[in-house]
């Protein structure tokens, strides 16, 4: 049996996260994956599907239930947790900061579980990196937004032009070592206040 | 500084070097984390030349697994967790000990309004009805419930080696209730308690503070017990460390000892919990309402929302009876619940297992006390008459009869 067969399930509350790591298991040629959103049944889907490998986000606090789950159940047969070698604090830390956990059946070669755990570290940290950029774009549009309505407040309340208005902003968060952003969020709620 | 008096002979490879006084601790937010945080926080660490960095966690398996792995030095945990490491129970046993308890109480079980209802309706249980006698009821309406066919209550805790578990277990059983056979029993993370609780997904749970009486003033829940009703010498949380690290840092150890001792000692005066609830309340913290941690310390009681309320003494014992000596008749009891229920099968050998993940020795030394002062400590009655004596403990053992047959939650 080639590490391929292994029986791989996905915890995550996570569905992008999840889909991530599901599209990295399959092009890496796994094909009994099983990805599911919700500890609700989780028991059922143990039963069904007797996974080799589970999967789980660290920040999940349904690991203790797995831990009791493992207990009533024989399905899975005596899971180790996290890691598969101990003595590897390297990549202990890794799939920590990344938020891996996983529990993987005893007896299985380590060999044959690393690059599965590799894997969901690398797509962990991908999405971490995505949600950033996306977090980055969305306040970087919302600046903007700020920015335009804390001119357009200015041109009518100073007689302003575009570039005059936009200057001032500049020069003032410069002086006062502020992003612009925040000097236009100010003059937004100063406006409000005052209006 | 070192001299080499014979510069021909090798350094051995692993020299000892200085002690590590920078340290890492677990917690997850519960009030009984106080004296951790309390120490981290209010300088007690600080004078003892250590450093102690706090990391907030969600799972108590991340607190077993990161503590195994390097990832923390020293973690709060659940008084029955070491016990289970040293036993080789749980999906990732890494040894561990016990060198001081972070206190005692805390506990409490909450039932359903519903149910508690239905428990009055059919036992005419009276709103302060003791925890026995509410234990009793619940027997009653669960046989009612079978009789008619209806599917067994579902009673939540928060990890298979929890003082919750064994707790709430104790108490079913000495009503009458079977937890194996009349109740399904799963684990329900402590902050998501009085949601599931008010959705039906749960009938009750045993969990620490805040949560129960978070369900109690959301109208959510009965408080029905507290640890204090089942066995009040009962250790809640412990600090763990690994034995390895243990024995390369004793001097930090014995230091970290002090400093949670003078902790202790602060977080146990009333004149400190308005201070304490305000430090606990942060959201780095707990992250929980004020109010709710103050009532909490003062062991003040809404058991419901209808405006019954109980005034438990010592429902916080952080310092005093000492409450942070971990003894070895505690672990010893831990373990003969965990042999009552099957989860581990009972001989001397692993009963003095059990026993060696609670140092009292490193507690006591390091506190300059000759003796260990614990084992006078802990002589409180249980809920159900029965007395504990560790000498007797394979007789104890046998008195419960034998676990039911491949139940081993």
Redesign the interface.
Known sequence: MSHFDLAILVIDENAVRAAIIEDGLREAGHSHVTVVHTVNGIARVIEATRPDVIIIDIENPNRDMMEHLFQLTRSVSRPIAMFVDRSDSASIEAAVEAGVSAYIVDGLKKERVKPILDMAVIRFNAFSRLQRELEEAKSALEDRKVIERAKGILMKLRNLSEEEAYALMRQTAMNEKKKMADIAQSVVTAAGLLM | MTTIDHPDIAAPAVTSGPEQTHLRAGFIPLVDASVLIAAAELGFAAREGLTLDLVRD?????I???L????FDLAHMLSPMPIAAMLEL???PSPTIAPFVLGRGGNAITLSVRLFEAMQAMTGLADDASALDCAKALATVIAGRKQSGMPPLTLGM???YSSHNYELRYWLAAGGVDPDRDVRL????P??TSDALAAGAIDGFCVGAPWNMVASEKGVGRIVATKQDIWASSPEKVIGLRPDWAERNRDSVSRLIVALNASARWCDDPANHEALADLLAQEANLGAPVEIIRHVLAGQFALDAKGNRRVVPNYFVFHGAEANCPSSTQALWVYSQMVRWG?VAYSPEAAATAASAFRADLYASALGLRESPCEEAVADPFIDGRSFDPAELEAYVRSFGSPNQGA??
């Not at chain 2, 969600?58 to 991340?62: C, D, E, G, I, L």
């Not at chain 2, 195994?68 to 990832?71: D, K, L, M, N, V």
């Not at chain 2, 799963?186 to 993370?189: A, D, G, K, S, T």
């Open positions: 969600v799972s108590w398996a991340n077993r697994d990161r195994a792995f390097r990832q749980g999906s990732n928060t990890y298979p799963r684990v329900v993370p902050p998501m989860q081993t939650a």
